[in-house]
């Protein structure tokens, strides 16, 4: 068998070539879309794709939910379709005329239109256990009066029994073997405690920080403690079982801000640190401070970086 030629760099576009859209299997496989077009489902994962294009541009509404850029035009070009379909395609996808995937939303005045890429749910639930059988219990209508209770049986039935045989015989607990009736530990490990289960989430959630961050590239290019300390940060954050957080001088919701925090990527940690190097103001609290960087860090990425190429440009 010949080996594989490994190359050194990558020329041209060769590097596109493992760059992939991601669709949902259920999107494939559930009933509920199996009327949806190839091409509506493909363009449904070229609309996930680009959501990290915004979070990188800090396209959110108010209400901190990413939107994204996606026009007519460009769809039919990367789908080398006319306008027709490419109008269709997004019609099945809407949440008005087709599945629910999507909410377009028309600015005016020449803006293009906003696209809110939504999640789903197929919501099929489990069916339940079979019902228990109910334990056993002789007939009232038969008489069990001379059933035989004794290992040691008698020929009379139990209102002609002597004195002597009327008790039944000893349980004998000397004999029994108790330790038959409990499972196998090692078939039915027991359930870990508590704190055991929040120490497995939390490796869980660092490992999957670090993925979203690029760890081991960044901690290259920036300082590693400062990268480290960030990283930390943010495991607290999306590991904590509080129902609410502060940032800034805001309360908000738990689930809010750890969704924020989950789509930080690198740029945002080195604008971070970045922004930490240029603070000449003594702050007090570091770890408010941090978090509301991190926070606002993918709203105010674009701005920052607009600004610094003004300032390079001499204002231009």
């Not at 070539?17 to 949806?36: E, S, W």
């Not at 293009?112 to 197929?122: D, E, I």
């Not at 959630?205 to 979203?212: G, H, P, S």
């Not at 480290?228 to 609410?244: M, Q």
């Amino acid at each position: 068998m010949p080996e594989a030629a490994v190359s050194d760099y990558f020329y041209g576009d060769e590097a596109e070539q493992f760059i992939y859209f991601r669709i949902p299997r259920q999107l494939i496989t559930d009933p509920r879309f199996k009327h949806l077009s190839t091409d509506a489902k493909l363009l449904y994962g070229m609309l996930l794709d680009r959501m990290s294009l915004s979070v990188k541009n800090g396209w959110y509404d108010e209400d901190g939910r990413v939107y994204i850029y996606y026009t007519v035009e460009e769809i039919c070009g990367d789908m080398n379709c006319g306008r027709d379909k490419a109008m269709k395609m997004l019609a099945d996808l809407d949440t008005k005329k087709g599945v629910g995937l999507i909410c377009r939303v028309k600015q005016g005045q020449g803006k293009p239109t906003k696209l809110y890429v939504k999640r789903f749910t197929t919501g099929a639930v489990p069916p339940p256990p079979p019902p228990e059988k109910p334990p056993f219990a002789p007939s009232p209508e038969v008489d069990n009066s001379g059933v035989q209770k004794s290992a040691f049986p008698t020929s009379a039935g139990r209102e002609t029994r002597l004195p002597g045989v009327e008790k039944t015989d000893p349980n004998h607990t000397e004999y029994n073997q108790p330790e038959f009736s409990y499972p196998d530990p090692s078939i039915y490990p027991p359930s870990p405690p508590e704190a055991d289960r929040w120490e497995i989430d939390r490796r869980e959630q660092r490992e999957r920080i670090k993925a979203n961050i690029d760890y081991e590239q960044l901690s290259l290019q920036c300082p590693c403690d400062d990268v480290e300390s960030l990283l930390e940060l943010i495991v607290d954050v999306v590991s904590s079982t509080a129902s609410t957080m502060r940032i800034g001088r805001e309360v908000l919701p738990a689930e809010t801000v750890k969704r924020r925090f989950l789509a930080l990527d690198s740029s945002h940690i080195q604008y971070v640190i970045e922004s930490m190097k240029q603070t000449t103001t003594k702050i007090n609290n570091i770890r408010a401070y941090l978090l509301t960087a991190l926070y606002h860090a993918p709203v105010t990425i674009g701005p920052y970086y607009s600004a610094a190429v003004r300032h390079d440009f001499g204002g231009k």
